[in-house]
T-cell receptor
Framework: GENVEQHPSTLSVQEGDSAVIKCTYS??????FPWYKQELGKRPQLIID?????GEKKDQRIAVTLNKTAKHFSLHITETQPEDSAVYFC???????????FGTGTRLLVSP | ETGVTQTPRHLVMGMTNKKSLKCEQH?????MYWYKQSAKKPLELMFV???????ENNSVPSRFSPECPNSSHLFLHLHTLQPEDSALYLC????????????FGPGTRLLVL
């Protein structure tokens, strides 16, 4: 089955810095790659996703890049703010199949 | 946030108890999910229901029993649980049919004594 590895497990940055979180996966059939943000005590919420027909997608301060050949994808957050502090999960899936495999999560701490 | 609701939010139970977790989605979605979230582990998919049919059962012990009476409701029946089953249980739903975004409920924090 699919195996998703996520690094780093924790990431501390200063406000205004950029943060990058990377995930690798094993199943070449995966073609859907969402990222979820989970603030302390709250539910995971989708922040951005990418499908394998594109290599990069951007939404304001967040962007996701995908290298399907190397089977890895990354989340980039620019100009980080304290409210970006949360646990971020990557996931992989196959469109049309209702199943996501999640990474282990990255705890991001943005210090003022 | 009222899209996906879960009750109870917190539950403490003994190993011999029987309890049920409830999930309701108000989004008109066709698929519903149960996940287990433990500390320092990834979200573990337990069950998937699509159009009220179970399509995934990830080798979950039989002490967890799901029920999906209709596309809006999902239950997780619990009996003779173990302390290691203590975790946050998250319900999610998605539209399906190519729309894979999953919307999560707030979760039930379960403690098994």
């Amino acid at each position: 089955g699919e195996n998703v590895e996520q690094h780093p497990s924790t990431l501390s940055v200063q406000e205004g810095d950029s943060a990058v979180i990377k995930c690798t996966y094993s199943d070449s059939a995966s073609n859907y790659f969402p990222w979820y943000k989970q603030e302390l005590g709250k539910r995971p919420q989708l922040i951005i996703d990418i499908r394998s027909n594109v290599g990069e997608k951007k939404d304001q301060r967040i962007a996701v890049t995908l290298n399907k050949t190397a089977k890895h994808f990354s989340l980039h957050i620019t100009e980080t703010q304290p409210e970006d502090s949360a646990v971020y999960f990557c996931a992989t899936g196959v469109l049309g199949f209702q199943k996501l495999v999640f990474g282990t999560g990255t705890r991001l701490l943005v210090s003022p | 946030e009222t899209g996906v609701t879960q009750t109870p939010r917190h539950l403490v139970m003994g190993m011999t108890n029987k309890k049920s977790l409830k999930c309701e989605q108000h989004l008109g979605h066709n698929a519903m999910y149960w996940y287990k979230q433990s500390a320092k582990k990834p979200l573990e998919l337990m069950f998937v229901y699509s159009l009220e049919e179970r399509v995934e059962n990830n080798s979950v012990p039989s002490r967890f029993s799901p029920e999906c009476p209709n596309s809006s409701h999902l239950f997780l029946h619990l009996h003779t649980l173990q302390p290691e089953d203590s975790a946050l249980y998250l319900c999610a739903s998605s539209q399906g049919q190519g729309e894979e975004t999953q919307y999560f409920g707030p979760g039930t924090r379960l403690l098994v004594l």
